[in-house]
Every structure is written in C-alpha cells, then in structure tokens.
C-alpha cells in the first residue's frame, strides 16, 4: 500500500493556509495521488467561519509528522513546520514567503512566487492542469486569497490577485467584496481569548542570523479591545520571549478599517527593532502608518536590521 502525503501549513494555520492544503490535496487526488490534507495546530475563528460556510470538513491535526510524505504550503522554514518535518519527506512545496532554510535530498517541485497568497498560485496550478475548482474549492481558494490580502488592500496584492480573485468568486457564485467583510468581521474576532492566546494566534517565528524573533500579528477592526489590555499583552510577550529566548518578540496590531499598525515589542534587542522599523517605541509601543504587511514591510527590514 503506497503512502499517503500530507498537505499541510505552517504552525498557528492561518485561513490562507487551511484552504490551500484543502485545495491542493483536492487537486493532486484528481491527478491520482494519495493526499490527505492536514493542519499544524488549532483553527481560528475566520477559519472556522470559512469552513462552515463552505461546508467543508476541517483537516485532521497532524501532531508529528516524522517519517510521513509532506507537501508544504504557504510557508518554507522549519521554524514554521509542523513538529517532526525534519524527520519527514519533503515532497513539494507551494509557497509566497521568503525562501527559507527547508533542505531536501533530492530534486522536488518548488513554486514560489511574488503575490498575495498562496491561494492564488494553487489557483493558477488548477489552471495549469486543466482542472476548473468546484464551487466549495473556488470559495476555499476566495476565502485564503481575500483573507491574505485583507480584501485585495494589502500592500502584497498583485494584478494576479485582483484577476483570480474575479475569476474565483464567479466560480463560486458570490461578490467577493461583500464576502470579503464578513470574513474581515469574522477575522477581527479575538472573543475570550488570553491575552497568551491572543498574541500567538497568528504567529511565526525567525531566524535572523544568530537571533531569534517573534512576530504575530491581530488583524481586527476594533484595535482597543487589544490595546487596552496593553499591560497584560506586554507581559505575555514578555514571558514567551524569556521562555523561547528570543532577541524580541513583536506584535503587530494591525487597524483594518485604517489601514495601519501599532507595534509592541518585548525583549532585549529593542533598539535594533526600533532600527529596522525606522520608529521610536515609548512604553514599548510604537504606531507605524501605512503598515499592514508582515511579510512584505516588517520582515524584511527587520532581517536587515539583526543580519
């Protein structure tokens, strides 16, 4: 009996990463593979929403993949993989992020590429096999590409996004700007989370030479819920950066509706963060105008900044 591979995404699974390893195992079963999808931790509220409506099963948590076939999605860096890939079979990966320091043994396929999400290169890998999405797979596929993109706003959208965007939302049969506010309403929802919950509830880890970094982000219409909780946030932060050894931990609290971004930041390398981010933090926090992107506007001059 041949093995099955495991489609899977990073740690603390965002939408985007979800509904791209649903999609893509849904496309390599068509093309005769054994592909069963799977996540790396629990489901947020946006992504259960999305699920719902979709009426599509979540994927069964893969605890530790060690010895089994994986396929990467939405992410490339061991710091991000599910517990185990180290010791696991690399088969392809599907990514939109920085190339990272995931190593195989042999030759496998690698599609990186410079857009919003990786819904929408998974989109045009439908595309390129000949195969149309169903109208649950299209609204997966809508759900990870508006999501990443905050509605086509993010400053990572592209002309392919806005193009699969259209093509997707026809497929599955809704306005994808008016989908696109309630999974925005469904995204902001921090519910009774702990202030610990809250800040690792989209969160990735990095290595910048020989420094270790945090970085989460919330994403919400109502910034205060959060921001008014500063002190028990800091503290959180302040505690997963001792417990992980972290040079900082930073925390992007990113206004929907405003499109910008208050950064708190715990650790020992402050003033480095403050070097990379071009602000002055005051209280450990900081407003950064503009800034909606981890990926494209906070990473990489932190990266600069701890190199």
Not at 44 to 64: G, I, K, Y
Not at 231 to 260: C, G, I, K, P
């Amino acid at each position: 009996m041949s093995q099955s591979t495991y489609v899977i995404g990073h740690q603390q699974p965002d939408t985007d990463t979800i509904c791209s390893a649903v999609a893509y195992a849904r496309l390599k079963e068509k093309q005769g593979a054994d592909a069963v999808p799977a996540r790396a931790g629990e489901l947020n509220p946006e992504t259960q929403f999305v699920l719902e409506r979709w009426d599509v099963d979540a994927p069964s948590h893969l605890e530790d993949a060690s010895g089994e076939q994986l396929i990467l999605v939405d992410h490339n860096e061991h710091s991000q993989t599910v517990t185990g890939a180290r010791e696991a079979e690399i088969m392809e990966i599907i990514d939109h992020h920085r190339i990272g320091d995931v190593e195989t043994s042999s030759p496998i396929l690698f599609r990186n590429e410079p857009v919003g999400s990786t819904a929408t290169i998974l989109s045009e890998l439908f595309d390129d096999a000949g195969e149309t999405p169903s109208t649950r797979t299209a609204g997966l596929l809508l759900s990870g590409l508006l999501s990443d993109t905050v509605v086509l706003r993010s400053p990572t959208t592209t002309d392919r996004d806005r193009v699969v965007a259209e093509e997707l939302a026809e497929i599955a049969g809704v306005d994808y700007e008016e989908y696109g506010k309630e999974l925005l309403t469904h995204k902001s929802k921090i519910g009774e989370k702990t202030p610990r919950e809250m800040i690792l509830s989209d969160f990735k880890e990095f290595e910048f030479g020989t420094h270790e970094l945090g970085i989460g982000q919330i994403e919400t219409v109502e910034p205060a819920v959060v921001l008014h909780q500063k002190d028990a946030v800091l503290e959180a932060m302040d505690d997963v950066a001792t417990e992980r050894e972290y040079s900082a931990f930073v925390l992007l609290v990113t206004d929907l509706l405003e499109e910008d971004t208050t950064a708190l930041v715990a650790g020992d390398e402050i003033e480095t963060v403050e070097a990379g981010l071009d602000t002055a933090f005051s209280e450990q926090e900081a407003f950064l105008p503009g800034v909606m992107s981890r990926k494209k506007q906070v990473v990489p001059p932190l990266e600069d900044a701890f190199r």
